[in-house]
């Protein structure tokens, strides 16, 4: 279990303890001997069933702690998170109304919460979700386009939700414009759909890798998880904040540039949001730009 520090708050490791049995019945399996009734004539006989992985479905925490009338996690700021595991960090990111020092990656790296922006817990379904895409892009996606949409998302953003959200409507943007990076825009003639914009040389590396190492990365083939995808879906309250006009973002930490990469267009974005008025926003690790 993750370190904390002495505290009055037992909530803490009770909440600990339920996240790690919840994740340990994921692993036992087991069978059961039955009896069994099978198509007639066939009588019914013993027989055995097997089962692996025993899932307890996830419950709305109570929002006050009855016994101390405190918020259940109103001492977070008592754990140290250098002493987390990688999934207990990425639980501690996930906690809504909380601003953490930094963010994860998909490739796990963290990134400077430069911005210091919150994160957020909002819901939505796969279907409301895309049905507030469709309606931002200006028109319907097919299937392919969609899943595209949230594993590119996925791959280019941190693990906040705002950060998210204008992750996706950078995306949406160029797709519907037909942009490229050279400046051309011809979405009539040249590009069908999300999927073709995205795929274009210079556009997103996690679809067209490196001069080093060219072809989409795992994370984009794979698509998120489960927690990711719901948090993406959320993410998409978002999409009414993003400029129609912004088509660019990059990572606003250093560390990510590494070869076949320009550390010099972070640089260029971070000078425009000095201009009067900003051209550029930084929300978590990313910096957003007309």
Not at 32 to 60: F, H, M, T
Not at 80 to 98: A, G, I, M, P, Q
């Amino acid at each position: 279990m993750s370190y904390v520090e002495p505290n009055t708050n037992p909530i803490l490791l009770v909440d600990d303890f339920i996240r790690y049995a919840k994740a340990h019945l994921l692993t036992v399996s087991g069978q059961a001997s039955v009896l069994s009734s099978y198509q007639p004539p066939l009588p019914p006989a013993p027989s055995i069933c097997r089962w692996n992985g025993y899932k307890i479905p996830d419950i709305e925490t109570p929002k006050t702690d009855t016994t101390s009338g405190r918020t259940n996690f109103q001492s977070d700021a008592l754990v140290t998170r250098d002493r987390f595991t990688e999934e207990v960090d990425l639980e501690y990111e996930y906690r809504s109304n909380f601003t953490p020092n930094q963010y994860t990656r998909v490739d796990g790296s963290t990134t400077p919460n430069t911005a210091n922006t919150p994160q957020t817990n909002f819901k939505a379904s796969n279907n409301e979700a895309r049905k507030t895409a469709e309606e931002y892009l200006g028109r319907s996606m097919n299937d392919t386009e969609w899943n595209n949409l949230v594993s590119l998302t996925n791959a280019e953003s941190s693990t906040n939700q705002t950060e998210r959200g204008w992750v996706m409507g950078i995306i949406l943007n160029r797709t519907r414009d037909g942009f490229t990076p050279a400046g051309f825009k011809n979405a009539k003639y040249k590009f069908a759909n999300l999927t073709d914009i995205i795929s274009q040389a210079w556009q997103f590396q996690p679809v067209t890798g490196t001069r080093g190492n060219p072809g989409p990365i795992p994370a984009f083939i794979a698509g998120p998880d489960a927690r990711d995808a719901q948090s993406i879906y959320g993410s998409t309250i978002f999409l009414k904040d993003v400029p129609n006009n912004w088509y660019y973002f990059t990572s606003n930490n250093p560390a990510a540039y590494k070869d076949g990469t320009n550390i010099n267009f972070m640089y260029g974005l971070r000078k425009r949001e000095k201009d009067n008025p900003p051209t550029a926003k930084t929300i978590g690790g990313t910096i957003f730009a007309k």
